[in-house]
C-alpha cells in the first residue's frame, strides 16, 4: 500500500465510523507518525509504506474512528496559530476562544502605548481556568513585556501548561498557580503597579443539565471539571466577578468567554460599577463578555 491509498482507505474507515471524522485526521495521524507534512504526503503519496508503520498507525486510526478527539490522539492543537500540547487532563483549546485572545491583545495594545508602564515592566495578566495554558501562554508570546499568572484547579492541567510555557519560550513571565479562581493572588506582590491590567476566564460554563446532551468527542472525553458550570453554567462566573472586582487596576477588564444565551444573565450579575460589551463569535453567538473597571 502507499501513502495516498492508506490515506484514501484509513479516511473512509474513520468516516464510516464517526461522523466528522476523516481525510484530514487521516492526513493528521500519519503527519504526527512520520513527521511529514500536508505537502509532502501529497508530494509522495506513491511511495510504499511498511508493514511496520501501518500496525503503527492503527491503533491511531481505530481510537479516532472510536470518536476520541484527533487533538488527544496527537497530543497537540494549533490556536492563534501557536501548537499546544494538551491531553486528556486540559479542555482542547476550541476556536471561538480566539475571540477572546483577540480582544485581549487589543486591549493591551492599547494599554502598552497608551500608559507609561517603568521600563521592562508591562501589562500585568491573570488567566484563570488556564487548562493547557493556550490564552495565558499566546499573550505571553505575543505581547513581549506581559506578566501572567496562569491559575487552574488542576494540577494535571497545570503541568500540560508549563511545559506550553516552556515550549513557546515564555516559562519566565507566566507564573503557574494551582488554586481556586483568584484566590492565589490575594496578598501577593503582583508586577507592576500591584494590581491586574486583565483578568482572562474561559471556565466551565456548560449549564449541569446540559451536559449529557453535549456531542459525544467532549462529553466522553474531555474533562468535565473543565465544562460543568453549575445549575445555569455560571457558578464560578459569579464568584469569580467580585474576586476580579477587588484585584483589577481602574480601568482593567475582566473577559468572560460564554456560551449562548448567556449573556442576559451574565449583564444582570455584573452591577453598574462595570461597563459591560458583549461580542458575537464567527457563527454569530454571544461569547464574549467584556467588563472594564470603571474609574
Ligand atoms: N465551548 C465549550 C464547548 O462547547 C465549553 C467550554 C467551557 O465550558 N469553557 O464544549
Not at 165 to 186: C, D, K, M, Q, T
Request: net charge negative; with cysteine.
Amino acid at each position: 500500500m502507499n501513502i495516498s491509498q492508506w490515506l484514501h482507505s484509513a479516511g473512509k474507515y474513520m468516516t464510516e465510523r464517526c461522523p466528522g471524522a476523516g481525510r484530514i485526521d487521516a492526513e493528521a495521524i500519519m503527519g504526527h507518525v512520520t513527521g511529514l507534512d500536508r505537502v509532502s504526503l501529497y508530494r509522495d503519496g506513491d511511495c510504499a509504506i511498511t508493514p511496520g508503520l501501518e500496525d503503527t498507525l492503527r491503533p491511531l486510526v481505530e481510537r479516532r474512528a472510536g470518536g476520541e478527539p484527533l487533538a488527544y490522539i496527537t497530543g497537540k492543537k494549533e490556536f492563534m496559530g501557536l501548537d499546544f500540547e494538551v491531553s486528556p487532563a486540559v479542555l482542547i483549546p476550541r476556536p471561538e476562544t480566539e475571540l477572546l485572545m483577540e480582544k485581549a491583545l487589543d486591549i493591551l495594545k492599547a494599554k502598552m502605548s497608551s500608559m507609561d508602564y517603568e521600563v521592562g515592566q508591562g501589562p500585568v495578566v491573570a488567566d484563570v481556568g488556564t487548562g493547557s495554558g493556550a490564552i495565558a501562554v499566546t499573550l505571553a508570546v505575543m505581547l513581549d513585556r506581559t506578566r501572567v499568572y496562569s491559575i487552574d484547579a488542576s494540577g494535571a492541567a497545570l503541568e500540560v501548561a508549563r511545559r506550553n510555557a516552556a515550549i513557546h519560550g515564555v516559562a519566565g513571565r507566566v507564573s503557574f498557580i494551582e488554586g481556586n479562581l483568584l484566590e492565589p493572588l490575594n496578598g501577593m506582590v503582583l508586577g507592576g503597579a500591584g494590581r491586574l491590567d486583565l483578568v482572562a476566564a474561559n471556565l466551565p460554563y456548560v449549564p449541569s443539565p446540559e451536559i449529557p446532551l453535549l456531542m459525544a468527542d467532549v462529553r466522553l472525553y474531555e474533562p468535565v471539571l473543565a465544562l460543568d458550570g453549575g445549575l445555569d453554567g455560571l457558578d464560578l462566573y459569579r464568584r469569580l466577578i467580585p474576586q476580579a472586582w477587588d484585584l483589577l487596576s481602574a480601568g482593567g477588564y475582566l473577559l468572560m468567554e460564554i456560551g449562548p444565551g448567556q449573556a442576559g444573565i451574565m449583564q444582570s450579575i455584573l452591577d453598574g460599577k462595570w461597563a459591560v460589551e458583549v461580542l458575537q463569535d464567527l457563527a454569530g453567538r454571544e461569547r464574549l463578555v467584556v467588563a472594564a473597571k470603571k474609574h
